[in-house]
């Protein structure tokens, strides 16, 4: 029988325990439930090929506010005069490992295998989704992340034509708006982010407004990622296909 889901978010220790660094404690698997135990708490796994599981929960921690997003105007020029076909989940597989590939400025991402499979897990059970941005046919760039109630946490993002994640972080938030989301995380401060709205919050309160995104969708009784009646989950995955229009520059639910 499977340990339910907060018995597996019960194992971490409290946030507030992690060290100066962020880093909280290792061990343990990538399973779906625990995964998502951990995000749930806000606890992030982040390591290096090799090493232990390693557990994170930053103090400060990066948040980028749906109200408070904004491209720079360079860009936003840029993507007025080439705009990106933008898609929903349609490439995660291939979106995961071009983050984890080998960057102009140095080796690969921290994306091992082992985390590679886990996130694609977590994808065809519907917690884990990409944003893909498309030119001449070709994907030029995209992100992914983990969705829980109305929280999205950002994994990573790449690009091989420029702005094209500038596009597809757009693109997310217009689709976050559209949900009703609360949160947005982007776990680490990046210059990237910051030139966009990000925002350094203390521990206690991203935690406290990660307590509200989550608590609406507790009134769903679900069943835990593998299919066990018992456990219990209370998230379910997202259940609506979106679609986007260029033109409109804005996403529609697809019945």
């Given at each position: 029988?499977?340990?339910?889901?907060?018995?597996?978010?019960?194992?971490?220790?409290?946030p507030q325990a992690a060290r100066a660094d962020?880093?909280?404690?290792?061990?343990?698997?990538?399973?779906?439930?625990r995964l998502l135990a951990a995000y749930s708490r806000g606890?992030?796994?982040?390591?290096?090929?090799?090493?232990?599981?390693?557990?994170?929960?930053?103090?400060?921690?990066?948040?980028?506010?749906?109200?408070?997003f904004r491209l720079p105007r360079r860009s936003a020029r840029a993507l007025r005069r080439h705009p990106f076909e933008l898609t929903l989940d349609a490439a995660f597989n291939e979106v995961i490992r071009a983050c984890a590939a080998?960057?102009?400025?140095?080796?690969?991402?921290?994306?091992?295998?082992?985390?590679?499979?886990?996130?694609?897990?977590?994808?065809?059970?519907?917690?884990?989704?990409?944003?893909?941005?498309?030119?001449d046919g070709r994907l030029a760039g995209g992100l992914y992340g983990v969705a829980l109630g109305r929280?999205?946490?950002?994994?990573s993002m790449f690009h091989v034509r420029a702005e094209a994640s500038r596009a597809a972080l757009a693109g997310l938030v217009a689709?976050?708006?559209?949900?009703?989301?609360?949160?947005?995380?982007?776990?680490?401060e990046t210059p990237h982010i910051m030139r966009m709205g990000g925002l350094l919050l203390p521990r206690a309160v991203f935690l406290a407004q990660l307590a509200h995104a989550l608590e609406p969708a507790r009134a769903f009784a679900g069943r835990d990622p593998h299919g066990s009646d018992a456990a219990a989950f209370p998230w379910r995955p997202w259940e609506t296909a979106y679609v986007y229009s260029v033109s409109k520059g804005s996403w529609t639910a697809r019945s």
């Open positions: 029988m499977l340990r339910t889901f907060t018995s597996l978010a019960a194992q971490f220790p409290p962020g880093l909280l404690c290792m061990g343990g698997d990538l399973r779906p439930e606890i992030f796994p982040w390591y290096e090929q090799g090493l232990p599981i390693l557990w994170w929960s930053p103090d400060p921690r990066c948040v980028l506010p749906l109200d408070g080998p960057r102009s400025t140095g080796p690969g991402t921290w994306l091992s295998p082992e985390m590679i499979a886990a996130y694609e897990k977590l994808h065809v059970l519907g917690f884990a989704h990409s944003v893909e941005a498309w030119q929280a999205f946490f950002g994994e689709l976050l708006r559209l949900r009703g989301a609360l949160l947005l995380d982007c776990q680490q």
